[in-house]
């Protein structure tokens, strides 16, 4: 047989199937045909073209085949064309089944679709009709056996099916016998020998036929068997069964070597032609005969082999009976055997595309999953209904013949990163058989979380003159995302601070938000620093949040003690005089002095230094005024020297020392100052006086400003919020004038002690410094102004306010908010504090009039 012309042949028949079968595309199914045996690289059909996938869109739409069923098939990736990739025998893939179908399935994975592909695998004719034996003996009694009798003959076997199939039989020329041809349930033809005339034995003992059987290929194929017929003595009686054809059901489940049928047949004969015995005949398939055992003696039919409806649902057992006699005879039936369908077969549940991960942002109704669901069984047994695990974002859609698990509820990788999903497949058989398949589902991240700090406010705490590089403070953030979407970056928002950036004072390293201080900070010149950090993460679009960060700096006694008042030369030294007649408690003179620290740091302390040698002196420790102790001797000298130190209280300690030279004279003069020389006088005492009432004026002004801007602020608010915005309504608002409204303090004689003027604006910063003034020369009548006006402008920081001194003639007052402020901050890694910080102005007038 010419292969290559078949093959050729077949190409056509290839190219006319896919355009009677063009209908499949319309329904989501392709259908091609291939013949057997193709070579390898054989074009079956362009698929990508039948599915209207452009060739450039081939790569992207990422065509392949489900890798189940890819032995003898593969799909070009460029050209989108179905090929032959191994050789393809139809018999070893469908044996003896009229059509062959083998079925494929096309994935595209973006977007996820799959199609159906049918590949009929054409049948070509390269097997040969076989007889079992080349040779059969007959035999046939002569004279009894008159014309018209029929004798089976073996059926051919051809392993091509259809058309290649056997097709017809024919007998050689013989005037003695002629051939029959009957058509099978299943199409097989069975031939059968009929006799023509009666035989005679005396005539000729055997006759030589040849029966060839041919199927219908192109070129046909054929085979032979050569029969030998010979002719018996008579045995004039054949076996005859009580019916022609037997009709019986079973389960498939028929448990083994149960009986299915007693057969039973007469024969009118006696003795040897009498005695019967029950064969299969040769038309009863080699399958049958392994399922079924028939009983020689007695005729009983039973189930030696396991059934299976879902293999075969019918089985023809053909059956005859055979005398003893010489020669035998024989009868014919024919047993039909319908197997019933039991529920033995649970669903299969198979995965025929999945995606690796679902971005949490994935739309409803997404398929995530397509999901084959089958069952070998029939009618309500092999109904199926699929469920899920409850409690899921996801629900089970039917597409055509099957489902797909689509998203049904929004989903959130920071609440569930991973599913874990239970399908369940039951039928509806009694009882109902069950499968279940587990479907684990990873939820990818998107960038929908900011980042957010740990606190919402920071504050950190450096000394002043600390070095460059000290660690201030560590913000912190997190980020719910994962991956690429939580690397976190920290940076200072650009600003500045007293004309210059904000990265000149502190650098943040962005990997670990550490905030280090660039430079050495002086609080004498800047108390708070207050900056805005950023955090945001490494995903697109980026995320970001801010938080403030408040940078106190803490005061270290730097800065020792300075001397105002009185006049003095650059040694420090001091020249007084005083009349011989003073008595106790005299005013010498009032030392003046001021540090530019604060706090502790800024409190000063008058000591007289060698006390004893000048006992008739004494130092206010607090005011710095020198009296003198007793009335003065005749016999003391006339020029006294006092050293005084001035000490603050910072650690460690810094002091002045002033020297103080007493000239004692008989009288001494005191020109009494007129009311015009406290404002016109250009000496640094009566300066201060002057910059004291400016200061006066201002605060006044700025608190009647400050005043009239609440108030239309609070007229324009809604009612609402009067309470938290407007401090001059509700019960338990203080008034604004009651706030800034000065204070005075008066000693027990009557004179003026103090004068303190609050102001507590919110969010402000300061600066401190001291002023002190000392008075004028006391002369001996108390009408005159015996001292000075005393000033002392503090504006107070958080590290200075822990504790207070103790004092005689002089009053400090420090806001509450500072006793949490920490003293000794640590030098290491630290942790911010949240505080607010308010700021306090002290407004000090000391002395009598």
């Known amino acids: 047989m010419d292969y290559r012309s078949s093959s050729q042949a077949w190409k056509w028949q290839v190219v006319c199937s896919f355009l009677l079968c063009s209908w499949g595309w319309v329904s989501g199914q392709l259908r091609y045909s291939v013949v057997e045996e193709s070579e390898p690289k054989t074009i079956v059909g362009n698929v990508a073209q039948d599915l209207g996938v452009k060739r450039s869109d081939i790569a992207s739409r990422r065509l392949h085949l489900e890798a189940e069923k890819n032995k003898y098939f593969a799909l070009n990736r460029e050209t989108g064309a179905l090929i032959v990739k191994d050789r393809i025998d139809r018999e070893s893939l469908c044996g003896l089944t009229a059509s062959c179908l083998m079925h494929l399935e096309v994935v595209a994975e973006n977007p996820l679709e799959i199609f159906n592909v049918e590949i009929e695998i054409v049948d070509i004719n390269d097997h040969s009709p076989t007889f079992s ?85 192109e070129p046909a194929r054929s085979g032979t068997c050569r029969i030998t017929i010979i002719v018996l003595d008579i045995n004039d009686n054949p076996p005859v069964f009580n019916q022609s054809v037997y009709k019986i059901s079973l389960k498939e489940n028929s448990p083994l070597l149960s009986v299915i049928l007693r057969l039973k047949a007469k024969d009118l004969d006696e003795g040897e032609n009498g005695e019967i015995q029950y064969y299969f005949d040769d038309h009863t398939s080699k399958y049958a005969r392994q399922l079924f055992e028939l009983h020689e003696q007695n005729g009983e039919i039973s189930v030696t ?62 398929a995530v999953v397509f999901i084959n669901v089958k069952d070998k069984d029939s009618g309500k047994n092999g109904e199926i209904k699929l469920s899920i695990s409850p409690n899921v974002p996801f629900k089970i859609k039917q597409v055509k013949s099957r489902y797909a698990l689509v998203t049904d509820r929004n989903l959130d990788r920071e609440e569930t990163p991973q599913y874990t999903i239970e399908l369940t497949a039951s039928d509806l058989g009694s009882p109902p058989l069950y499968s279940k398949k587990i479907i684990i589902l990873e939820v990818s991240d998107i960038n929908d979380n900011a980042p957010m700090f740990t606190q919402s406010t920071y504050n950190a705490f450096i000394k002043e003159n600390s070095d460059p590089g000290t660690l201030l403070c560590t913000v912190s953030a997190t980020d719910l995302d994962e991956g690429v979407n939580s690397d976190l970056i920290y940076s200072i928002v650009e600003s500045q601070i007293d004309g210059s950036s904000v990265s000149s004072f502190v650098y943040i390293h962005s990997n670990d938000g550490n905030i280090y201080a660039q430079r050495s900070f002086d609080y004498e010149q800047i108390q708070v620093l207050q900056l805005t950090i950023k955090v945001e993460d490494s995903g697109s679009p980026q995320l970001s949040s801010t938080v403030p960060v408040f940078i106190f700096i803490l005061d270290v006694n730097d800065n020792p003690p300075s001397l105002l008042y ?71 000298n006339m020029e006294q020297q006092l050293v005084i130190s001035i000490n603050d209280q ?75 915005s407007c401090c001059i309504l509700g019960s338990q608002s203080k008034s604004y004038t009651d706030q800034y409204q000065p204070a005075l303090y008066l000693n027990t004689d009557g004179t003026l002690k103090y004068m303190e003027v609050r102001m507590v604006p919110p969010g402000s910063q300061g600066q401190s410094y001291q002023t002190n003034l000392p008075p004028a020369t006391e002369p001996q009548d108390l009408n005159i102004l015996r001292s000075q006006d005393f000033t002392q402008l503090n504006m107070a920081n958080p590290a200075d306010s822990t504790s207070e001194p103790n004092t005689e003639n002089a009053a400090v007052k420090s806001s509450p908010w500072l006793s949490d402020s920490p003293s000794h901050p640590s030098h290491t890694k630290k942790s911010c504090i949240h505080d607010e910080s308010p700021l306090d102005i002290f407004l000090f007038i000391n002395g009598r009039f």
């Open 305 to 366: 082999g396991a059934l299976d409806f879902e293999d075969v649902n019918f089985y023809e057992l053909y059956i005859k009976s055979v005398d003893k006699g010489t020669p035998p005879l024989e009868g014919n039936c024919l047993v039909h055997v319908d197997v019933e369908d039991v529920n033995d077969n649970a669903p299969d549940i198979s995965l025929t595309s999945m995606t690796n991960a679902i971005p949490e942002n994935a739309p409803l109704a997404m």
């Open 133 to 217: 034996s080349n040779y059969r003996n007959l035999k046939i009694s002569e004279v009894f056996t008159g014309p018209g009798a029929q004798f089976a003959l073996e059926s051919a076997e051809d392993l091509d099916v259809g058309v290649n199939g056997v097709s017809q039989y024919t007998l050689n020329t013989n005037p003695y016998f002629s051939l029959s041809v009957k058509n099978r349930k299943d199409g097989t033809l069975i031939p059968q020998l009929i006799l023509e005339k009666v035989l005679d034995r005396e005539e000729k003992q055997e006759h030589h036929l040849i029966l060839t059987a041919t199927d219908g290929g």
């Open 566 to 636: 009185p006049e003095h030369s650059e040694d420090l030294i001091i020249q007084e005089r005083i009349p011989k007649s003073t008595s106790a408690g005299y005013l010498v003179t009032k030392l003046s002095a001021v540090d530019l620290d604060s706090g502790h740091n800024a409190w000063l302390v008058f000591t007289l230094i060698d006390p004893i040698n000048y006992s008739s002196f004494q130092v206010s420790k607090l005011t710095g005024e020198v009296r003198t102790v007793r009335g003065l001797q005749e016999t003391e």
């Open 650 to 724: 910072g650690t460690p300690p810094l002091s002045t020392t002033v020297t103080v030279l007493v000239s004692i004279a008989d009288e001494v003069i005191v020109e009494r100052p007129k009311s015009g020389d406290f404002l016109t006088n250009s000496k640094p005492p009566s300066d201060m006086t002057l910059y004291l009432i400016i200061s006066l004026v201002a605060i006044s002004l700025v608190s009647l400003v400050t005043f009239m801007i609440l108030l239309v602020k609070c007229l324009r608010k809604d009612s609402y919020d009067y309470s938290s």
